[in-house]
């Protein structure tokens, strides 16, 4: 597995490099679902990510992330579990070619899998299933929220040069039930999801260190995604955007120039070295929306030698301040990229740069 992780880093380092990117008359191209839920296999790199906040019947709470990647043929997949009680977190990955009965990801539909992890859509449900030695998590999502586009038309641009977007495409709110069990116990869950897809070129500008991606769910139904790409100086860059979903009503994009983040905290990692901010406030004027976002629990960092080959920090984390001047609450999940080195060129999905 070393050395397929080797492999990888190769063929990242190429899509970054080399590959050529889709025609730019497809940037404009008019999104249709459920078919674009599906692969696209003319982009050189791919990936459908759900995070989610779980409970079981004594309201213990947890955290998990599910990624699925296409890089060109190569198909690569990360799944994290995060229990808040306890304050352990544990990760898997895989590793493959694109082979049928092996990983696969279908076109006209979401039908994403590697081995025996896979995401797939029932009508309008989703069933999600993943085994590791850890414990197996099994989910069915209902949306609760029809799909967003992000950015322009669904366009997330990354930086200046002609190569340098992805498609980007949300679904921030489902409901989600289902269990998690291991050798110990087994747990009945429900609780709530957010689903990214996103696909394109591949490219970030060289000058770009990584990213800070925010996906919030507050308890008065609205959602919010925000992402600060950093430069080599640690400022946000003029393509750090995000996009406001209220409970009822359109959604709405936002300007980097409305938000204020600030970080009031910091994580040294004790296997990595990186130190990463682990508290923030964040503030939206327009919105009116003033908030705090900090981690259930400190460590949740992925070093992933098997697959990606990157180093980052991805996990659940409580929210509360206010909206509109009146109290709210809620839960997020946040991305932290390029703090332990700046990895391979590439988009890629939040945890493959």
Known sequence: MRRQGRIVMLALGVVGA???????????????????HGSHPDAAVEWWYYTGHLQDGARNEYGFQVTFFRIRDIHLAHFAWSDVRRQTFEYAEKTHLGLPGIASAAQDRLDVSNEDWSVVASGERVRLHVRARFGELELELAAVKAPVLNGSHGISRKGAGPDE??????????????????????????????????????????EARGWDWFGLQLDDGSDLMLYRMRGEDGRATPFSAGTFSPGQGA???????????????????????????????????????????????????????????????????????????????????????????????????????
Do not use: M
Not at 181 to 203: I, K, M, N, Q, Y
């Open 18 to 36: 080399a590959l050529t990117p889709a025609p730019a008359t497809n940037v404009v191209d008019t999104l249709s679902f459920p078919r674009d």
């Open 165 to 206: 977007y992805s498609h980007y495409v949300s679904i921030p709110r489902w409901t989600a039930s289902g269990s998690f069990h291991s050798e110990a116990r087994r747990l009945t869950l429900s609780g709530a999801a957010w689903f990214d897809h996103e696909w394109g070129p591949g490219v970030l500008p060289k």
């Open 251 to 353: 959604p709405s994009a936002i300007s980097w120039s409305d938000v204020a983040l600030t970080e009031t905290a910091q994580w040294r990692s004790p296997r990595s070295g990186a130190r990463y901010p682990s508290k923030w406030k964040i503030q939206v004027r327009s919105l009116d929306l003033d908030l705090e976002i900090e981690p259930q629990l400190p460590d949740q960092e992925l070093i992933t030698e098997e697959s990606t080959g990157v180093i980052y920090w991805e996990g659940t984390c409580r929210v509360r301040g206010t909206r509109n001047g009146r109290a709210v609450t809620g839960r997020a999940y946040t991305e932290l990229t390029g703090y332990a080195r700046r990895d391979v060129p590439g988009f890629g999905p939040p945890g493959t740069n």
